[in-house]
Every structure is written in C-alpha cells, then in structure tokens.
C-alpha cells in the first residue's frame, strides 16, 4: 500500500474539520508485531501520546521513496483513525517543542523474539538526498534470544496497557492514545525515562530528541535474535523523518529522497486537488 496515496484525502480531512482535534472514544487493540510511535516529555514528563502504525509489514512492502503517514487509521488498515499531526499538536502544541524523548519500537514476543528499535540518525545521511538509502547510524547488534526476550516482553506491555487505557486525563482513538506519564498504563512508567526499555536493552538509547525549528530522523532496525558469535547487524528497514509540524514520513531502505521542499509541493498539490473537488461539487 502507497501511504502518499492517502495524502490528498487527509489533507481534504483537515480542511473539512478546520485542522480540529476531537478525542472520541474508539475501539482499538494493538497486536504483537505492530510499529508504535512512542512521544514522551523529557523534563516535564506530564503527558505520552503512543501512535500504533499497524504491522510491521507494511513497511516492508513500501515501494522506494518517501511516504507520508497521514493517520494511524490508515496505516493499521482498520477504519478512522486520528491524523497524526494533529494528535500530536493537541498534546504538545502547534510547533513540536524541543526535549520531547521519541521511539519507534516493535516486537514479535514468542518464539520469534524478534526487535524493532530506532536509532538517532545523523551527520550528512539525514538530509543529503543522495544518501537516503543507507542507515545513518551504526547498526544495533542482533543477540542471543535470552538477552532480547525481556526487551521484546516490554514492549508488547507498554502497547497492551497503553493501548488498553481509559480515566481520567486519557484520550484514546484508532490507533492513538495520549495519557499521564506517570499512569500505570504509560510508556514513562513501563519503558523508563533511559532509552532502555525499562534497563531490559543494553546497546544504548533508543530515543531521539527533537530540537526546536529542526526535523528529527530516526533509522529502524529489525533484530532477530542470534545465540551464536560474532552477532551479526540489525536489518536497516529505512528510516522515520518527523517535521517540525508533527507530520510523519517513512523512507524504505534503498529509496532516493527529494529535497524537502517536496513535502511542501506535495502538500500545496493536494490543497489544490481538494479546492478544485470542491469546485466540483458545488455545481
């Protein structure tokens, strides 16, 4: 599924509700296997929002290019689904603040134990077009299923708890919730303030950090698990670009990026298809 294909509906989605957010309760069960986009405020720690992406397969079936994620619905294939950007804004404001603490995570629990992590991209390979294709950050290292099952039991609880809650100060939605840090049901509280899955991962700090007027790149990484030596590298997936506006993009490994700019000229041509459908049904 092209996710760019959905981009002049969500942009039409937006216009219609006036860029609103409304918190109304849905139904929604996260799944081992799924990709979550976990938000947590690194100084104040007052609110998580979590963003389930739907299966990992997904991504893995994306065409070379970057493709703009426009709602949680959308991705995880049920129907609905809050736009990501605007969920976001409406729990940390219309520009994306700095010191906000930023994973993408996933598991397969069982006896596949398998890891999906980010992993803070950087130098030239974050915003140089022609190096889009490669991981900009050193690989974590598969390791033997013992050591990866308690990162992978992790997370499959913070998606099954966070997922699953509801009181006072959650606001929940298809694929989306947004809830007290210092709930029970939190990623703050069930994966820790370190980057460490809650002390269970030991190659280093799996979040990255937004810096206010810039763009935060995230490598993702697929972890078998390896019992014998030497362990061998994660598989590099592609990478996740969130802007300054909270909007979410994820570039397949192998794919050549336009300038950002295009984003902008992608967005402007979808307002113009919306004005002139408009135009059409009002004759």
Not at 82 to 104: K, Q
Not at 113 to 123: A, D, P, V
Not at 163 to 178: D, I, K, W, Y
Request: charged share 10%.
């Amino acid at each position: 599924m092209d996710l760019m294909k959905n981009l002049n509906l969500t942009i039409a989605a937006i216009a219609l509700a006036g860029g609103a957010y409304q918190a109304t309760a849905q139904v929604f069960t996260y799944a081992d296997n799924d990709v979550i986009i976990a938000f947590r405020q690194d100084a104040s720690a007052v609110t998580d929002v979590l963003l389930d992406l739907g299966p990992v397969s997904n991504f893995k079936s994306l065409s070379l290019g970057t493709h703009f994620i426009p709602n949680t619905g959308s991705v995880s294939g049920q129907s609905g689904g809050y736009t990501i950007a605007n969920g976001i804004r409406a729990a940390y404001g219309n520009t994306l603040p700095s010191g906000l603490d930023v994973a993408a995570i996933g598991s397969q629990t069982g006896a596949s134990t398998i890891l999906y992590l980010s992993k803070t991209r950087t130098g030239s390979t974050a915003v140089d077009p022609t190096k889009s294709g490669i991981a900009g950050s050193a690989p974590w290292k598969r390791a033997a299923k013992t050591v990866q099952a308690p990162s992978t039991g992790v997370i499959n609880t913070v998606g099954t708890l966070a997922f699953s809650a509801s009181g006072t100060g959650v606001t929940t939605g298809n694929g989306f919730v947004a809830l007290p840090a210092n709930a029970v049901q939190s990623y703050t509280v069930n994966a820790g303030t370190q980057g460490s899955l809650n002390n269970t991962y030991g190659q280093g700090n799996i979040e990255s950090q937004t810096k206010a007027g810039s763009n935060l790149y995230m490598d993702f990484y697929q972890m078998n698990f390896q019992n014998t030596n030497p362990k061998g590298d994660g598989t590099y997936l592609g990478f996740f670009t969130l802007d300054t506006h909270a909007n979410l993009y994820f570039t397949p490994a192998g794919s050549v990026v336009p300038e950002p700019r295009t984003y902008a000229i992608a967005g402007g041509l979808g307002l113009l298809a919306f004005a002139a459908w408009r135009r059409r049904a009002t004759k």
